[in-house]
């Protein structure tokens, strides 16, 4: 079992950037796939990005593919999103979420919500224009 903690939320212009945070416990950090998704008032939660196991296969949502990277420090226990240019649109609280993978499982991301097993609590952003 992992525990999930976000930080790195805020208030931010638009064109501006954070990084966004994910801090496990646990000390098998690196057997979990880990991803980020975000929910706006009044609407689904939506995928975000993600990041295999050993950090070596991400993927991204259109809407943030070019401005948001996701990485990873195993021996940190944490994964981050950085965000820059950031748009009004961008106005959600952002959810970090694992799941564990058996070793021989392929090192790969999972963008659908229902492959994860844990969440954290989230972390607002909110960019103004």
């Known amino acids: 079992q992992v525990q999930l903690v976000e930080s790195g939320g805020g208030l931010v212009q638009a064109g501006g950037s954070l990084r966004l945070s994910c801090a496990a416990s646990?000390?098998?950090?690196?057997?979990?796939?880990v991803g980020w998704f975000r929910q706006a008032p009044g609407k689904e939660r939506e995928f975000v990005s993600a990041?295999?196991?050993?950090?070596?296969?991400?993927g991204y949502a259109d809407s943030v593919k070019g401005r948001f990277t996701i990485s990873r420090d195993n021996a940190k226990n944490t994964v981050y999103l950085q965000m820059v240019s950031l748009k009004p649109e961008d106005t959600a609280v952002y959810y970090c979420?694992?799941?564990?993978?058996?070793?021989?499982?392929?090192?790969?991301?999972?963008?659908?919500?229902?492959?994860?097993?844990?969440w954290g609590q989230g972390t607002q952003v909110t960019v103004s224009s």
């Open positions: 646990g000390r098998t950090f690196s057997t979990y796939a």
């Open positions: 979420a694992a799941v564990y993978r058996l070793p021989n499982d392929r090192d790969y991301y999972y963008s659908g919500a229902s492959e994860y097993v844990y």
């Open positions: 990041i295999s196991r050993s950090g070596g296969t991400t």
